[in-house]
């Protein structure tokens, strides 16, 4: 089993700050991806990264894919409230079977507060 | 956006009834997924679909069916329903030859 760590789980920063979430796993990844969640809704993907040490960039946020495949971090450079969400991380994996799945991390509750 | 719609969107039923919920795709991407989301559990997958009639197993699969007779359905069905599925269901959807996957809104189950 294939598991990814985020954290923090819960953040409540002022608006303005940047912000770091991390994904970590011991499991080297085909590819990372990373879903912005409201209540409510479903999951909305906001990028993918494929290559070690790829850097994406997306407005004020940075997403980062590690050396080793095993690992990302999202950065969110002068926070807005409408930042306000659940993210969740994602590691795609080749299966053995008919279909490459995703093992998804737990997410990081993220509030901006005014 | 795949256009991927669930229903019903939300479902109040009562233990041991049967359930099905329903994911409809208008983008004819070839493999569709069941997920739950359940606090401190994150996003757990149900079943998968790879094409037409084949299907298979994930993480969760127990006390679950699926079906996909058209590429654009995919059908879970809950054969009793008991309080441990109590929870939000949602659909995804995926190219074949692209990680990304596409959710839908979810259904918010709830079994008494």
């Known amino acids: 089993t294939q598991l990814l760590e985020q954290s923090p789980q819960f953040l409540s920063i002022q608006e303005g700050e940047n912000l770091t979430v991390y994904c970590n796993s011991s499991s080297v990844f085909s590819s990372l991806q990373w879903y912005r969640q409201e209540p409510g809704e479903g999951p909305v993907l906001l990028v993918t990264?494929?290559?070690?040490?790829e850097v994406k960039k997306l407005k004020r946020l940075t997403f980062q894919f590690g050396d080793a495949r095993k690992d990302s971090s999202l950065h969110i450079t002068a926070a807005q409230t409408g930042d306000t969400g659940l993210y969740l991380c994602a590691g795609g994996y080749k299966s053995g079977g008919g279909a490459d799945g995703l093992t998804f991390g737990k997410g990081t509750h993220l509030i901006i507060q005014p | 956006d795949a256009g991927i719609t669930q229903s019903p969107r939300h479902k109040v039923t009562e233990t041991g009834t049967p359930v099905t919920l329903r994911c409809h795709q208008t983008e004819n991407h070839r493999y569709m997924y069941w997920y739950r989301q359940d606090p401190g559990h994150g996003l757990r997958l149900i079943h998968y679909s790879y094409g037409v009639k084949d299907t298979d197993k994930g993480e969760v699969s127990d006390g679950y069916s699926v079906s996909r007779s058209k590429t654009e359905d995919f059908l879970l069905t809950l054969e009793s329903a008991t309080s441990s599925q109590t929870s939000v269901y949602f659909c995804?959807?995926?190219?074949?030859?692209?990680?990304?996957?596409?959710f839908g809104p979810g259904t918010r189950l709830t079994v008494t």
């Open positions: 990264v494929v290559t070690g040490g």
């Open positions: 995804a959807t995926r190219v074949s030859g692209l990680p990304e996957q596409y």
